[in-house]
C-alpha cells in the first residue's frame, strides 16, 4: 500500500483554503501548490497564474463538472475560446445549474455572448 491514512488534519492545506478566502492568493499559491488539486488551481487561477491553473486542471479529472468550468473559465482568460466552450458544454452536460453559474462570472459571460453571435 503507498497510501497513508490519518485522522489529523493537514494544517498546511486548511491554511491554504484560508488564505484563498481572505484574498491572499499569492500565499495560497505558495501553500496549495503541491497539492495538485482543484483548490490549488483555484488559487493559481485566483492569483491568475492561469497557465499554470491550466496545468493543474489537466491532471484532473474531466468527469467533474466544476473542472471543466474552472477549464473553461481558464481557457477563455488565455484566449482559447473554442476550447473553452467544449469544456464549458461539458460542465453543463454534468451539471445545468452551471449556465445560471456562468452569468455571474465575466469570463464566461463573454464567452457564451461570443458564441451565441456565431
Do not use: W
Given at each position: 500500500?503507498?497510501?497513508g491514512h490519518?485522522?489529523?488534519l493537514d494544517t498546511v492545506y486548511r491554511a491554504g483554503g484560508q488564505a484563498r478566502k481572505d484574498l491572499d492568493y499569492k500565499k495560497a499559491v505558495g501553500l496549495l501548490r503541491p497539492?495538485?488539486?482543484y483548490n490549488s488551481a483555484l488559487a493559481?487561477?485566483?492569483a491568475d497564474?492561469?497557465?499554470s491553473a491550466l496545468s493543474v486542471l489537466d491532471s484532473l479529472n474531466d468527469t467533474d463538472a466544476k473542472v471543466c468550468y474552472l477549464k473553461a473559465m481558464v481557457l477563455s482568460?488565455?484566449?482559447q475560446m473554442e476550447e473553452a466552450m467544449k469544456y464549458f458544454e461539458l460542465a453543463l452536460a454534468y451539471d445545468p445549474y452551471l449556465e445560471h453559474r456562468a452569468n455571474l462570472d465575466p469570463e464566461m459571460h463573454y464567452l457564451i455572448n461570443k458564441?451565441?453571435?456565431l
Amino acid at each position: 500500500k503507498d497510501t497513508g491514512h490519518t485522522t489529523e488534519l493537514d494544517t498546511v492545506y486548511r491554511a491554504g483554503g484560508q488564505a484563498r478566502k481572505d484574498l491572499d492568493y499569492k500565499k495560497a499559491v505558495g501553500l496549495l501548490r503541491p497539492y495538485g488539486d482543484y483548490n490549488s488551481a483555484l488559487a493559481f487561477m485566483s492569483a491568475d497564474y492561469n497557465h499554470s491553473a491550466l496545468s493543474v486542471l489537466d491532471s484532473l479529472n474531466d468527469t467533474d463538472a466544476k473542472v471543466c468550468y474552472l477549464k473553461a473559465m481558464v481557457l477563455s482568460r488565455l484566449g482559447q475560446m473554442e476550447e473553452a466552450m467544449k469544456y464549458f458544454e461539458l460542465a453543463l452536460a454534468y451539471d445545468p445549474y452551471l449556465e445560471h453559474r456562468a452569468n455571474l462570472d465575466p469570463e464566461m459571460h463573454y464567452l457564451i455572448n461570443k458564441y451565441k453571435q456565431l
